[in-house]
């Protein structure tokens, strides 16, 4: 249910809306918008007590929210969030953002050519994983905080925004120390004791969709970290797993106009873990880019031949410089 004042309501007003709804036992979440404020209760399981609501000064109308993810939804949220970190913008029909960089952090020499190569091409943020989810045991794994302090390292020198991913709760307490974006991976993106976690930090957080998950499925995961107050939240497709066997995951770009359709929340792709090779890397960006993506995460490599992770569809330098090229008339 969504409480929605009207446009002249004033704060106490809103105050007192959320105070009638916590005396009902749920939790009343303001939604601040261009032209009035909507209050979302959550927290209940069926229909809630209209009179008491109604009466009260500076409420409007009470509208249902029929999707099971309230604060994600863009029925509470009609227009699109548009998240800003220093002068990055990223959703709401922004330039697509481009963050771009290693799979992992291998060395500081390997992070900082890497971070001018991006940068000097248009990318704004930096990417570079520090703990690694990988498949196997017995392949690198990240440098741990090392690599974190190469990140900080890379952003003071180059002034590029980072993001890294964070693999538990426990090192998303260092990750959200050193990085501008913490990156949630598609192997825990029901991870729920980190999405809690997630919740409670304010820098934006990047959820990429599981590979064997349903977009509601992501929907319902970024709602984890929005009810826990931190409402920053990039939602990134990668690819998912399909009968197709040509490719290591299949790119659903129908995903990118869907979740926009559903969620205010902006949509970013990973064209490269979907690709699981270089050379799908261009058209599929070009392709996402074409649907309306907010932006793509890139793996990029300076020597990509010697990369400790993700080499084969990491792009050498010269590919990502035509990729920046080829993705600006497609925006156009
Ligand atoms: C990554 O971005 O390096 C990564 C591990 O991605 P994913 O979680 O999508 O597999
Ligand atoms: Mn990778």
């Known amino acids: 249910m969504l409480v929605i004042m009207k446009n002249d309501a004033t704060g106490e007003q809103v105050q007192r809306v959320i105070e009638e709804i916590t005396k009902m036992g749920y939790r009343g979440v303001p939604m601040p918008g261009a032209q009035r404020t909507a209050v979302c209760i959550v927290g209940n399981k069926g229909a ?38 220093g002068d990055v913008k990223i959703g709401g029909g922004n330039k697509p953002v481009i963050m771009a960089g290693p799979c992992a952090i291998e060395n500081e020499k390997q992070a900082i050519t890497t971070a001018e190569i991006v940068k000097q091409y248009g990318a704004t943020v930096f990417r570079g994983g520090a703990f690694k989810p990988r498949t196997s045991p017995y392949s690198f794994q990240g440098l741990g905080e090392e690599g974190l302090k190469i990140l900080a390292k890379v952003r003071e020198e180059t002034g590029l ?56 499925e992501l929907l319902m995961s970024a709602e984890y970290i929005m009810a826990g107050g931190n409402h920053q939240v990039i939602l990134c497709e990668r690819g998912i797993r399909t009968f197709s066997d ?72 010269e590919q990502f410089a035509r990729l920046m090229e080829e993705i600006k008339y497609i925006y156009r």
């Open 246 to 317: 040509n490719i290591r995951n299949t790119l659903d770009i129908s995903a990118i106009p869907s979740i926009k359709e559903s969620s205010h929340l902006p949509v970013m792709v990973d064209p490269s873990h979907a690709a699981g090779r270089r050379d799908y890397v261009i058209p599929l960006s070009k392709g996402a880019i074409a649907v309306g993506a907010d932006g793509l995460l890139i793996e990029v490599h300076n020597d990509p031949v010697h990369a400790l992770s993700d080499g084969i569809q990491s792009l050498f330098p």
């Open 48 to 85: 809630v007590e209209e009179s008491l609501l109604l009466p009260l000064s500076g409420v409007k109308e009470l509208i249902p929210v029929t999707k099971p993810y309230k604060l994600v939804s863009r029925e509470t949220h009609p227009q699109s969030t548009v998240i800003t970190i």
């Open 161 to 216: 925004l980072t993001i890294t991913e964070a693999t538990d709760h426990v090192n998303l307490e260092d990750v959200e120390k050193y990085a501008d974006i913490i990156q949630i991976g598609a192997r825990n993106m029901q991870n729920y004791s980190l999405l809690k976690r997630a919740g409670e930090t304010r820098k934006p957080v990047l959820l990429k969709r599981g590979f064997a998950a349903t977009i509601d």
